[in-house]
């Protein structure tokens, strides 16, 4: 709160600079002269304010200023504030109140008997002076409490009595509490001014009056009587509010604010939660706070699907849903584990939606969202009720559901299992736009299709599910084979067999991480289940990638999100495409250019018709070869096929015959070509960085071919402008080639949002290109 409190101070200029000596000097003049003659002002004193307004930061137009202060921090803006009047009026009008931190009970205390003074931005109301309370768009509570809440209506509970019911299951009640706590959650002020003792006000009042005549007799030079005046509303309105729990502080202050239209909770803690009544549709009646008090279960949703719910019911309900307060987001942040950073440990429960009326858009940052975060207890959870009526004969059947529209879930653990994408699809009928960000597993796409009226969808490309993926070591792939060799009865030869190592033979178990298997897998003529049926193994994972191939593309400077997108591609096939705007934020495309499959087999193909040896002869054997190339025998060791060779040479055979049909190949035999192919060094050696290197940019391809099946494409770059890879419009058009084949609108921007490529979307009302910034389309 100190940020908040400008009153009292002085909003002349600084006096460390030689600059405005003279103006310190004349401040210093009128600070001697007596109280009553505060008002005077002199010509010289505006004819210097007039000089300095004119020159620095203040001579810039009032846009560009406010550009520059937005990048400024609240201690600083404090500080400007005592500058000169000027930009105290600009700070406060546009930044000091336009996002409230309150980090405790006593900052929700002070602000709230700010706001209820009906403070103005500068001390007369004029036509230039803004009310504080009309400025604020944003507030955030920082780690909210519960305790004195639940702690205030303790003295209904009876320790001796049989009869009594436990609510919230921290606390007894036997007394109705209706006469201490507000009947409507809107008239909290009037309903808590008869719990204000007068004897005690006039009391408080009076020692106040004596606190401040004191203090104006000692420093009559720095307060004048107006800000006094004020000083002492506050401290009246502070006592005021001092009975207030936290959370009846919270809904006061959300409830004064006319321009909210983001509330965040933040730092919130496991055993945080908002009793159930502080619901929005608490309207002061005994039979609510007896539902609470009994313990009595709302109706839900497989209530109203089991049961007969009368009209009156309904039309009631719809009335008071329709009454309640709107605003536009939501977010709630909760704290992670502090000895494992970033797994979450505060579940999302349905009392800490309940107060806050109806929500446009929710923000669950660091949650857990099990079945019981889904619940639907429409009594005290504003729902929307939905009639689905399946034919003439049949009876009308009604749906709850919530009231977002949008939904951001950031790094948030979705705990999989008893139904919950059944319902998530439920409890999110209405909403169209949802946004996936630093997603802590890669089946989180799973819940893309669990949203029936989707229309728009952020995935962040930079989560950890997808740059920290699971590598293997070489001994993944190999299965090692002793081979048993003949007695020998010539005693020379056992005693030299003796002295040598027992041959080793590699056989490979599952499909290696070349770039042919990544293609093959990715155009599914190879199966993702592939098990070893010689042995009583269980399934591996194909081509997973190797730490010395993971080196490899570090070294290149290769995204992870590109040479691992094979492992994910299945559950980006599963999203729903048709009718849906993608927005792919916080993806790179250093080092990689997308490679088609008949790029590549083309590419390979005439490697080996210009008897290029380096993809004919392996770069590096492993250790298996090596022994076997120092086997002594002349017979050479016979080349293993294994069970995915077959289908490799599949999808080589169609490439082939569609590459026949260009002239340049017209005359290629397919046959001959295949047989004379080095397939075991090809297709299974994966240690040579020949035969891997073209994976990021393979699947590049499938990545950008994914893509073009949505309604449009929006890209964000992971980096700034200047730190991407320069690219004109025609470099970006070979990059997106893929996408621009099928004519999908596409724009791409960089991280601060500047357009480096747009085709086929409108660009009015967004953020463009600067005229006199240079983009890399220009470069």
Request: glycine letters at 2%; a neutral charge.
């Amino acid at each position: 709160m100190r940020r908040l409190q400008l009153l009292g101070k002085s909003k002349n200029f600084l006096k460390s600079s030689n600059k405005y000596k003279d103006l310190s000097q004349t401040e210093v003049l009128e600070r001697e002269k007596p109280c009553n003659n505060s008002n005077v002002t002199t010509n010289n004193n505006n004819s210097d304010l007039k000089s300095i307004y004119g020159s620095g930061l203040l001579n810039l137009p009032k846009k560009i200023l406010l550009m520059i202060l937005e990048d400024l921090d609240n201690e600083t803006l404090t500080k400007l504030c005592l500058v000169n009047s000027f930009l105290y009026q600009i700070i406060t009008d546009n930044f000091i109140y336009k996002v409230v931190k309150l980090e405790s009970k006593l900052s929700l205390l002070k602000f709230n008997a700010l706001i209820h003074s009906e403070f103005h931005t500068t001390s007369s109301i004029t036509s230039g002076s803004q009310n504080a309370r009309f400025l604020t768009q944003t507030i955030e509570f920082i780690n909210p409490q519960c305790q004195d809440s639940l702690l205030k209506y303790s003295k209904y509970h009876n320790k001796n009595g049989a009869d009594h019911s436990i609510i919230g299951g921290s606390y007894s009640y036997t007394a109705n509490p209706i006469a201490s706590s507000p009947k409507v959650r809107s008239s909290n002020t009037d309903n808590k001014k008869t719990l204000i003792n007068n004897n005690d006000t006039i009391k408080f009042n009076h020692e106040q009056s004596n606190n401040h005549s004191s203090f104006l007799s000692n420093d009559c030079t720095k307060l004048n009587k107006k800000t006094l005046e004020f000083l002492e509303t506050l401290n009246k309105l502070e006592y005021k509010y001092s009975h207030y729990t936290y959370i009846e502080l919270m809904l006061d202050i959300i409830d004064y604010l006319p321009n909210l239209s983001h509330i965040i909770l933040s730092k919130v803690e496991p055993n945080f939660k908002i009793p159930l009544w502080y619901s929005a549709f608490n309207d002061g009646s005994k039979d609510f706070f007896r539902k609470i008090i009994k313990g009595q279960q709302s109706l839900n949703n497989n209530d109203l699907r089991s049961f007969q719910v009368s009209p009156d019911f309904l039309n009631d309900y719809e009335r008071k849903f329709y009454s309640l307060q709107r605003f536009k987001t939501l977010e709630i942040q909760a704290i992670s584990d502090p000895t494992k950073k970033g797994v979450p440990i505060v579940p999302l429960r349905f009392n800490m939606l309940c107060c806050f009326g109806i929500i446009n858009e929710l923000i669950l940052d660091n949650v857990i969202i099990d079945t019981e975060s889904l619940d639907t207890p429409m009594e005290f959870l504003p729902l929307y009720i939905r009639k689905e009526q399946k034919s003439s004969s049949q009876k009308d059947i009604y749906d709850l559901h919530s009231t977002y529209n949008t939904l951001t879930l950031r790094q948030c653990h979705i705990v999989p299992g008893n139904g919950i994408l059944r319902l998530f699809h439920s409890y999110f009928q209405g909403v169209t736009n949802v946004r996936l960000l630093c997603l802590t597993s890669k089946f989180d796409l799973l819940l893309c299709n669990c949203f029936p009226a989707l229309k728009d969808l952020t995935i962040d490309c930079n989560s950890r599910s997808f740059t920290h993926t699971s590598l293997v070591n070489d001994e993944y792939y190999y299965k090692e084979i002793n081979e048993q060799q003949p007695f020998d009865e010539d005693d020379t030869a056992s005693v030299a067999e003796t002295l040598l190592d027992k041959p080793v033979q590699h056989i490979l178990q599952v499909p290696p991480p070349t770039t042919a298997v990544v293609l093959s897998l990715n155009l599914n003529y190879i199966s993702r289940t592939t098990i070893d049926k010689s042995s009583a193994m269980s399934a591996k994972e194909p081509s997973m990638i190797t730490h010395s191939q993971s080196d490899f593309f570090h070294m290149t400077r290769v995204p992870s999100f590109h040479y691992c997108y094979h492992y994910y591609k299945k559950l980006f096939e599963r999203i729903p495409s048709r009718n849906v705007n993608i927005n792919v934020i916080n993806i790179p495309f250093t080092n990689v250019f997308p490679l088609s499959p008949l790029s590549y087999w083309e590419k390979i193909l005439n490697k080996i018709l210009s008897n290029d040896q380096e993809t004919l002869i392996a770069y590096h054997q492993n250790e298996g070869h090596e022994n076997e190339s120092q086997n002594t025998d002349n017979d050479a060791a016979p080349s293993r096929s294994y069970q995915w060779d077959e289908s490799v040479l599949n999808c080589l055979k169609e490439c082939l015959v569609q590459l026949k049909k260009k002239p340049e190949h017209k005359n290629l035999d397919i046959e001959a070509f295949i047989s004379n192919l080095d397939i075991d060094n090809i297709f299974d050696n994966f240690q040579n960085y020949q035969n891997f290197m073209d994976i990021p940019n393979v699947n590049l391809y499938c990545f950008l071919k994914q893509l073009s099946k949505f309604k449009s494409v929006k890209i964000q770059l992971l980096r700034k402008w200047l730190f991407c890879t320069p690219r004109t419009r025609y470099d970006w058009e070979l990059l997106l080639k893929p996408v621009l084949n099928v004519r999908v609108p596409i724009e791409v921007r960089e991280r601060d949002g500047y357009i480096l490529y747009s085709y086929g979307l409108s660009t009015v009302g967004q953020k463009k290109n600067n005229s006199n910034i240079v983009t890399p389309s220009r470069i």
